[in-house]
């Protein structure tokens, strides 16, 4: 079953001590919607020190002077859509050679007039957020009535208006019964890609009960599952290439016995192969999950121009105001460290994965307080083997 003739893992073509393959910018932290499990805990205004224009300008110059192939750049939020001169960051970042995408909330300013616009500009991709697959659950996890209902229309505008739909969803103990009625929508909605989040305990999400690491297991071998017919990706979940380079080397073995899973695998595969029944989605070769972590190879910009190796580290590396993103990205002492997998704590310092997965570095950093401690969700126990590469070839001592 599993996609051969492929590389299971896509290892970027970037060198990421040198430069990032994805920057998100927070562009603002302004928006209307007050999600349970917002890492921004976002407000109704603007913070008085947000980036100007003319940062926003220089940030965007600065990221495309880490040179070709360029990062690509996702402006997030808070709300993006409450930046006046959205539309003319993302022209001006695409006149610069970058590949912009979008990451708004679903509010009543996310018109499809405001989406051409985005695609005028030069938006490629927009993502965009389904945590339920009905209004109760949705709209319930998001604090606010009325967005499940709003989000539908949305997402049909996007593909019409031509950009590449996203959808984003953040998985915890209290939706993990819906991922099969979200994956449903996700195929009726024609969206290129997936993207599944795993719950870092951090802002309003640490009030949510997060996944216990069997469980984790059992949803990563799942979206393996669903990766044959579905470009998935998953985010702070890097373990997913541990498994995905596990399940390749298994064949076509029965994951569920092979690797000793639970209810919740058998119960998720049983509600995957009903929807395959019922309407036969093709067969595809898998995406390859990139091969970035936090700080390697990925980078995040808060409203006020801080650094972070990710939106969910809120461990800055420094400040725009102060260094240039290429100085802070290349050596300020955390990011640095983790591009270091020999200092990686606990099980995942002595993992045979180290390399390619790494572990969550947000949620070590949530739950411990240290951004190397080992990776707090993940089931597996490290067998002492040959520490192996993207490629699953060993890694040379
Ligand atoms: S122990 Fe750490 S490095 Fe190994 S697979 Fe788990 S999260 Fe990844």
């Not at 003319?88 to 979008?102: D, E, V």
Request: proline share 8%; hydrophobic share 40%.
């Amino acid at each position: 079953m599993m996609g051969h003739g492929r590389t299971a893992i896509r290892k970027v073509r970037q060198d990421v001590d040198q430069r990032p393959f994805l920057v998100i910018w927070e562009a603002t932290r302004a928006c209307q919607l007050v999600c349970q499990h917002c890492r921004a805990d976002s407000q109704s205004e603007p913070h008085p020190r947000q980036l100007t224009t003319a940062e926003g300008e220089r940030l965007l110059d600065d990221i495309a002077s880490f040179g070709a192939p360029s990062p690509m750049v996702v402006i997030s939020g808070g709300d993006p859509f409450e930046r006046e001169d959205l539309e003319h960051l993302l022209a001006y970042g695409t006149r610069a050679g970058l590949s912009m995408s979008l990451a708004p909330s679903v509010t009543p300013a996310a018109t499809r007039e405001r989406f051409a616009a985005a695609a005028a500009a030069g938006a490629k991709a927009v993502s965009i957020s389904l945590d339920g697959a009905t209004a109760a659950t949705h709209d319930g996890f998001r604090g606010i009535d009325g967005v499940f209902d709003a989000t539908l229309p949305v997402c049909r505008d996007l593909v019409e208006l031509g950009l590449r739909l996203q959808i984003n969803t953040t998985v915890t103990a209290g939706n993990l019964a819906e991922l099969p009625g979200i994956l449903r929508q996700v195929v009726d909605l024609r969206a290129f890609l997936w993207s599944v989040f795993l719950l870092v305990p951090t802002g309003r999400g640490e009030a949510l009960q997060a996944l216990p690491p069997d469980e984790v297991e059992d949803l990563l071998h799942w979206l393996v599952d669903v990766s044959h017919h579905l470009a998935v990706k998953t985010t702070e979940a890097p373990h997913f290439r541990r498994v995905v380079l596990q399940r390749r080397a298994a064949g076509d073995a029965d994951p569920a016995p092979t690797f000793g899973l639970g209810a919740t695998y058998r119960w998720l595969r049983g509600e995957l192969d009903a929807l395959l029944a019922e309407r036969p989605l093709p067969t595809r070769v898998p995406r390859p999950p990139l091969d970035i972590n936090a700080g390697r190879g990925f980078v995040f910009i808060d409203h006020i121009g801080l650094v972070h190796p990710s939106g969910f580290l809120p461990v800055p590396g420094g400040s725009l105001r102060e260094r240039s993103l290429p100085e802070i990205y290349r050596e300020a002492p955390l990011f640095r460290q983790l591009r270091d997998a020999s200092l990686l704590g606990g099980r995942c310092g002595r993992c045979e994965y180290r390399h390619v997965c790494g572990g969550s570095r947000s949620r070590a950093y949530a739950v411990t307080g240290d951004p190397l401690a080992e990776e707090p969700y993940c089931a597996y126990e490290p067998a002492g083997g040959r520490v192996i590469d993207a490629t699953g070839a060993p890694v040379p001592a």
